[in-house]
Each structure stands twice: as structure tokens, then as C-alpha cells.
């Protein structure tokens, strides 16, 4: 399709547009840390991991440095007032950038250097000669410590090593996949981002068993990989990390995306930032087929159905969950049209009411044993009874 003059000059005043606030926005985070260190309130650097990952062989490890990581808040009793700080903290970083972080995994160690928005990323070898486990432990250390801290900041993530036999991955999104956000509803979404915590936040029914299910392939051990990909930013990692745990729900990298004015960040990037991470995960683990889960709210669908497109034989199926069931609505018919783009190259997508519907599939295709079935179709029914009784007065 031809480029009209028009849409040409709208791009270039776009893209110069991003430059310019980018650009402001590193001159007013470099002026800030200015006014921090001259009157003695620059803070001490401390380090925020984020879950890491291993293929056959590299361990993925990132993070961030700060000096007001989030603190550990009280789910049982903090008030909508103490949530709302608790999200401000999180929105309001002081992030620290280069600082040199040194990381360990099983004898393997590497450094890397914080950006300017405090972010580290390194690679390390994985070890060939030990025994593995789905999950280990990967530690940091920071080399050259901000200010004059006498012990400089050490911390520990969780590493989910791939095992050789697994038989699929899960790439899941999170918005209202299995947290409900309202994220088709602006006041409802903030209501829950701002006021709500980890425990206040609900999950979609049946949807900790159905996950659990699929990483353990129906043995006790786990063995397939979960990756959760969400358009929140990396500031709500520590609250979906925890709503991951206080549910029940498998644990697995987390991955987001950053705040800021940069043109692959958060102001320009839109949901499209999922593919792009679908693309990372089947490109690093290129022997194993994925299964995506997402939401008819958003641009799930889409982005899942242009995977699809381009990886034919590596994605084997998706299943987009239906955010209301029980009306035919716009998104419907917009998942409908996706669902025919993806099996003209050979991918099932799914649009489903609940977990159970997906397990019948999933059951059906062989992904899933038929004993899974009962145990999903319970938890689902106890998930229902708990959110009515929440509901009641």
C-alpha cells in the first residue's frame, strides 16, 4: 500500500515527538538525582529481581536497582488508604542507573550494568554438568555500591529451568486471563490497581487448577514451562507475583513492560509488546510447541492470530477466554474473525466460557489426561461459590 505524503509526516512528527519526551524525561530523571545526592537523600541502591529462565543452554536474568523497592505489604490488614500508598511507591521510583550487578547460577557468574530507568539484563551459560531442577535459585550482588553502604545489596530470584522432556509451553496473558482487572472498563481496572492488593484481587475461576494441570502434564513433578505476559508495567511485578502465590496459581517468569516515553516502551508500544515477547520465548525454545491463553477484551486474539501466522507449526493451539459469556458482543464477533485467520494456517483457537470448557479441549487434543477434568470442574465450581459469597452484603 502506498504512503501518502500525509500519513509520512504524521509518522516523523510522532516519532520526533517521542524523541523529545524521552529526551525530557532523562533530563528531568537525571535532575532529580541531582537534587537527591546534593541534599544527601539519593538513598542506598537495592536491587528488585525478577524471575529468571533457562533453555537448553542460557539462564535469562533481569532486574532492577532502586532505592525504594517495594516494601512488603499486610494483605490481611491494609486498608484501601495503605493500598493506594503502596501503588503510588511503586509509580513513584527512584531508580539508579549504572550500577554494576554481578550475578551467580550454579557456579556460573556474569555482570551486567543498570540503564538509565535502573533495568539490568544478562545472559549466563547453563551448567551441562549438574543435576536439574525445575526450579533453583540465581543470587546478585551489586559491585559498586551507591553512596557508602557497608553491605552492598544482595538478592535471590527463583530460575524456572526447562526440562528436555517437556511437552509444551504456556504462554498466558494475565489481564482478566486469570486476574480479573476490568481492563475494558477504565474506572473499574483503576479501582483495582490503585485500591485493591495481592489478596483483594480475584481470580478467574477454576484457573490455578487448569494451570496446574497443564505444567504437571498429570504427574506430581512440574514439567512445562508457564511464561505470564501482561501489558502492566514492571512497577506491579512484586503485586502480580504475589497474586500468583496467595492463589495458588503456578509460578513463572513474569513478563512485562517498562513506563516511559521511549519508542519500544509503554507510551507507544501498546498490548503489541505480547508478540514480540511470543516471538523471544518460541525463538529460545525452539523444540517445543506453545500453547497461548488470552482474553476476548483486548487485542489477545489479534496478536495470537499473527503468532500464529508466523509460526504455524511451533504454536498448537490458543484459547482466548470469553470476559462475558453470557452475551454476544463485539469482541465476540472480533475473536471470530481471528479464530479464521488462525486455522487457515493450521492453529485451533478457541474462544471459551471457563477453565472447564478449556480442559475439554485441552483433553481433546491430548494435552491434558482425562483425569483432569474432575478435578479442574470442582475447583471451578468452588471458585464460583466463593466469589457469590464475596458478593453478598
Same mark, same amino acid.
Given at each position: 500500500m502506498a504512503t501518502t505524503p500525509g500519513s509520512a509526516w504524521q509518522r516523523e512528527l510522532k516519532s520526533w515527538l517521542t524523541r523529545a519526551a524521552s529526551a525530557a524525561d532523562d533530563l528531568a530523571d537525571a535532575g532529580i538525582r541531582r537534587l537527591r545526592k546534593r541534599f544527601g537523600l539519593a538513598g542506598i541502591a537495592k536491587i528488585q529481581p525478577y524471575m529468571g529462565y533457562a533453555s537448553t543452554d542460557t539462564v535469562y536474568l533481569h532486574g532492577r536497582v532502586l532505592t525504594n523497592p517495594p516494601i512488603d505489604p499486610d494483605y490481611h490488614r491494609d486498608q484501601w488508604w495503605e493500598n493506594l500508598s503502596h501503588t503510588v511507591q511503586r509509580f513513584a521510583t527512584n531508580e539508579v542507573p549504572g550500577v554494576e550487578i554481578e550475578a551467580c547460577f550454579n557456579g556460573r557468574h556474569g555482570t551486567a550494568v543498570s540503564d538509565d530507568e535502573g533495568y539490568f539484563h544478562l545472559t549466563l551459560p547453563r551448567p551441562q554438568d549438574g543435576d536439574d531442577v525445575f526450579w533453583d535459585f540465581a543470587s546478585f550482588r551489586i559491585l559498586n555500591p551507591a553512596g557508602a553502604a557497608r553491605q552492598p545489596s544482595r538478592a535471590t530470584c527463583g530460575v524456572m529451568t526447562v526440562p528436555d522432556d517437556a511437552a509444551f509451553g504456556v504462554l498466558s496473558d494475565v489481564d482478566d486471563t486469570i486476574l480479573h482487572t476490568g481492563a475494558t472498563d477504565i474506572a473499574t481496572m483503576a479501582k483495582l490497581t490503585f485500591f485493591g492488593n495481592a489478596r483483594t484481587r480475584a481470580p478467574l475461576h477454576g484457573v490455578a487448577e487448569l494451570y496446574e494441570r497443564l505444567q504437571n502434564g498429570g504427574v506430581e513433578c512440574p +514439567?512445562?514451562?508457564?511464561?505470564?505476559? @501482561? @501489558?502492566?508495567?514492571w512497577n506491579l511485578y512484586d503485586l502480580l507475583e504475589d497474586f500468583l502465590e496467595l492463589n495458588a496459581i503456578p509460578r513463572?517468569? *513474569?513478563l512485562l513492560r517498562d513506563l516511559g516515553f521511549d519508542e519500544n516502551k509503554f507510551l507507544k508500544s501498546g498490548h503489541d509488546h505480547k508478540l514480540d515477547k511470543a516471538r523471544r520465548l518460541i525463538n529460545t525454545f525452539d523444540h517445543l510447541p506453545f500453547l497461548l491463553f488470552g482474553d476476548s477484551?483486548?487485542?489477545? +486474539?489479534? *496478536?495470537? +492470530? $499473527? $503468532? $500464529? @501466522?508466523?509460526?504455524p507449526d511451533r504454536i498448537a493451539g490458543i484459547f482466548i477466554r470469553d470476559i462475558n459469556p453470557d452475551v454476544v458482543s463485539d469482541h465476540n464477533e472480533k475473536v471470530d474473525r481471528y479464530v479464521r485467520q488462525a486455522a487457515e494456517v493450521g492453529v485451533p483457537m478457541y474462544l471459551v466460557g471457563d477453565s472447564v470448557e478449556a480442559a475439554e479441549i485441552a483433553i481433546e487434543h491430548g494435552w491434558l489426561p482425562r483425569s483432569s477434568l474432575a478435578p479442574i470442574a470442582q475447583a471451578t465450581r468452588r471458585d464460583v461459590k466463593r466469589s457469590a459469597g464475596a458478593m453478598q452484603p
Open positions: +514439567a512445562n514451562p508457564i511464561f505470564y505476559v @501482561s @501489558s502492566s508495567p513463572g517468569p *513474569l477484551g483486548q487485542e489477545d +486474539a489479534r *496478536l495470537y +492470530a $499473527a $503468532a $500464529a @501466522s508466523e509460526f
